[in-house]
């Protein structure tokens, strides 16, 4: 063997003359590719003046002295190109590219090492089979290459979790991501073992809840909404269905009137049985009417015994109800100012002596959308006065026990009633109607006893019977 197996470099031979020939070909070899750094490898014709020591890898395609030297090291050295042929595993760091290389498989490419990485990585800590890559510092910092960065945590399945866990004195505290479903979601603890939902956001609408309510927001409906009250509910459920339902009618207005209804509609389902009143005091925030409803089939069977309030604009509708109350003084429907109320089918029962069953004193429209039964006396089933207006076409009223009225119909101060082509069955005493001080009834031309009552009506002060 005359030549090193690996560099190829050139041995002394036993009694070889001008042995400093052989020895300076080798260290020349040695020079060459010995931390081999090369200019380029992208250069396919020779430079016309290089300097001592410059390498190269001559690439596919090149002439002149580099020709058919394909993936050789070419080497200016002593006046004229040496050239090297790689060996399986050589390295080199071609400058222009700042890139390693390395000779494999016949050719030039870029480095790549297999790394054994250990399954545990404790920096500054210890790492275990849980926590396999544990992290003691300050900080911790994910800067970006390129525009971004982003920090993945997948899980496997939807019912497993991917969050992040907060942690004080090593007891949780609080917790986001997505624990046990696909629904990201934060929760808190105030001792490590009893957490809490503070948001939770739908993957399918992205709409946010809070379970455990929030201060200075209001939910916001995607749909209409329903409230259900039954007497042997509870105010402390959500009244969001017939098996957790409210106590009390006014908790179910008040718990309306705090949503952001976005033009949705609420109802208000009461079960039979016996209910208080209650008052609207504004209109749903965001739009949408308010439906106060019983059982539209047999309406006796929801009894009311307090009144319903409406004021500032409120758009409601109440229907299938009983509305009887024993203490004086409170009118079964009072309708405020701004507000629009439509009565559906109802069962008007007794009141006070001095309320009435439908009454209103200011700007308002009442609309009679269902016929309705009046089974016991007020001052007045209808007070419209104020500039208000209560109007129904081709409805029927149905009088049982001959109710006793001061009036039937009432109206003041330009208030005006609206009965077109209106049927009334049974008998009432008392007077008829009064229409005062600009107040209009037009039946559109019924006779002055079409309505019920025992005495003739009167219109003094302008008032107007048509």
């Known amino acids: 063997m ?4 690996n560099l190829n470099i050139p041995y002394i031979m036993p009694s070889q003359a001008q042995k400093h020939v052989t020895h300076n070909e080798a260290i020349k070899a040695i020079d060459a590719v010995l931390h081999l750094a090369v200019l380029s490898r992208a250069v396919a014709i020779p430079p016309e003046s290089p300097t001592g020591g410059d390498r190269y890898i001559v690439p596919s395609g090149a002439t002149g002295a580099w020709s058919e030297k394909e993936t050789s090291v070419a080497a200016w050295q002593d006046g004229a190109w040496a050239f090297y042929v790689p060996r399986e595993g050589w390295l080199a760091h071609v400058l222009d590219e700042n890139r390693m290389l390395v000779f494999k498989a016949g050719g030039w490419t870029a480095a790549a090492f297999a790394v054994a990485i250990p ?13 396999r890559l544990a992290v003691a510092s300050p900080a911790s910092l994910f800067t970006n290459t390129g525009a971004g960065h982003q920090l993945k945590i997948n899980k496997a399945a939807v019912g497993d979790t991917a969050s992040l866990l907060y942690q004080t004195a090593w007891s949780g505290r609080a917790e986001m991501g997505l624990a046990g479903n696909d629904a990201f979601s934060i929760k808190v603890s105030a001792d490590g073992a009893t957490f809490r939902q503070a948001i939770v956001i739908d993957p399918a609408t992205g709409r946010p809840a809070f379970p455990s309510g929030a201060q200075g927001l209001r939910e916001q409906l995607a749909a209409d909404r329903t409230y259900h009250v039954a007497p042997a509910g509870s105010d402390g459920n959500d009244g969001l269905s017939t098996g957790a339902p409210f106590a009390t009618l006014q908790k179910a207005v008040d718990t309306a009137l705090a949503l952001d209804c976005a ?7 009461l079960a039979d049985g016996s209910h208080a009143g209650a008052g609207v005091s504004r209109p749903l925030v965001g739009g949408g009417r308010l439906t106060i409803r019983g059982n539209e089939t047999t309406p006796a069977s929801v009894m009311l015994t307090g009144g319903l309030s409406f004021a500032n604009g409120v758009h409601a509708k109440v229907s299938g109800l009983r509305i009887a109350i024993t203490t004086d003084l409170i009118h079964a429907l009072s309708v405020g100012n701004g507000v629009t109320l439509r009565i559906g089918k109802m069962e008007f029962g007794a009141v006070g002596a001095n309320a009435d069953h439908i009454f209103c004193d200011n700007p308002c429209k009442i609309l009679l959308e269902d016929n309705y039964t009046i089974t016991g006396g007020a001052r007045r089933h209808m007070n419209i006065g104020g500039g208000g207006s209560l109007s129904g076409a081709g409805r029927t009223f149905t009088l049982t026990g001959t109710p006793a ?3 039937f119909a009432a109206t003041s101060h330009c208030g005006t009633i609206a009965l077109s082509s209106a049927t009334v069955t049974g008998s009432a005493t008392g007077s008829r109607y009064i229409a005062d001080t600009n107040g209009v009834i037009n039946t559109f031309g019924k006779a002055t006893t079409f309505l019920p009552g025992s005495t003739a009506g009167t219109n003094p002060a302008g008032g107007i019977y048509a």
């Open 263 to 269: 033009r949705h509609d609420v109802t208000i389902q």
């Open 405 to 407: 009225f001061t009036q």
């Open 119 to 131: 399954d545990q990585v404790g920096i500054n800590t210890s790492a275990d089979a849980t926590n």
């Open 2 to 5: 005359d030549k090193s197996d």
